[in-house]
């Protein structure tokens, strides 16, 4: 922990708590591939540490959306009962994958986000209407999101906000809302498991979480403040960028890990 690493895992908190509070999400897209390829963390550390990251980031992110009135409080916790069982899946399979394959999946996952922000046409009136197969589909949902929290170190808010968007028609606002909400257990449950597989930098996580802490509310108001589409753009933009960063990573050699 030289200074330049703290000051590096500060700036990086910085960046991650705007995006968290302006998509709805909890920032692993940026932490996991800054981690590994700039700090040059082992990958399945740095999924560890971003869950760690994650939380306080996410917490800050509720609570700016709930002042804004955008939290679906019953959808939210809809999807966080899926998101809890599937991050403790997404752990346990983060420990027998290979770093490529697990990077692999960053990847395919990043693109596949990328085409639904693009595709997404966003309706800020949109709430949520149930029934008992919306409820079997949100469930569906969040433990796919929660796989992904788990084995990717994201959030997850990257797949159910463009899904909520587009499968259910709920307002982007709304959306980033309830993903949010649904984050917080399924991020805990995540982070559980890999503090039990010993694959958390503690210290590293504390840093840019606090520092994401900062930032959250600014991306909150960003988002309330912007239209819906030039946001979206925006986040693929991000994701492409991520994509090619991590591609480049896989290509090459097994590098050697910093702790």
């Keep these: 922990m030289t200074s330049s690493r703290v000051a590096a895992l500060v700036g990086l908190g910085l960046v991650a708590g705007l995006f968290s509070g302006l998509f709805g999400v909890g920032g692993g897209l940026i932490i996991v ?20 990251a994650i939380v306080p980031a996410c917490t800050t992110g509720i609570v700016s959306y709930a002042v804004s009135g955008s939290v679906d409080w019953y959808l939210g916790l809809v999807l966080a009962a899926g998101a809890v069982v599937g991050a403790q899946i997404g752990s346990r399979l983060l420990a027998v994958l290979s770093r490529r394959v697990a990077q692999t999946i960053f990847v395919l996952f990043a693109l596949t986000m990328a085409v639904q922000m693009l595709i997404v046409v966003p309706n800020r009136d949109g709430l949520m209407v149930w029934s008992p197969w919306r409820v079997v589909g949100l469930v569906a949902l969040s433990l796919v999101a929660g796989t992904a929290a788990g084995l990717l170190g994201i959030g997850g808010g990257g797949i159910v906000v463009p899904v909520l968007m587009f499968g259910f028609g709920l307002s982007d606002l709304v959306a980033k809302g309830a993903s949010l909400v649904m984050m917080l257990p399924g991020v805990l449950s995540g982070l559980v498991g890999n503090l039990r597989g010993h694959r958390v930098l503690v210290r590293a996580g504390l840093i840019i979480g606090l520092s994401a802490v900062v930032t959250g509310p600014v991306g909150s108001w960003i988002a309330h403040s912007i239209p819906p589409k030039v946001a979206d753009i925006l986040f693929a933009c991000y994701l492409v960028f991520v994509c090619v960063t991590m591609t480049r990573e896989i290509l090459r050699r097994e590098p050697e890990a910093k702790r």
């Design 33 to 52: 591939p800054a981690l590994v390829v700039a700090l040059r963390v082992e990958h399945k550390l740095a999924v560890g540490t971003s869950l760690m």
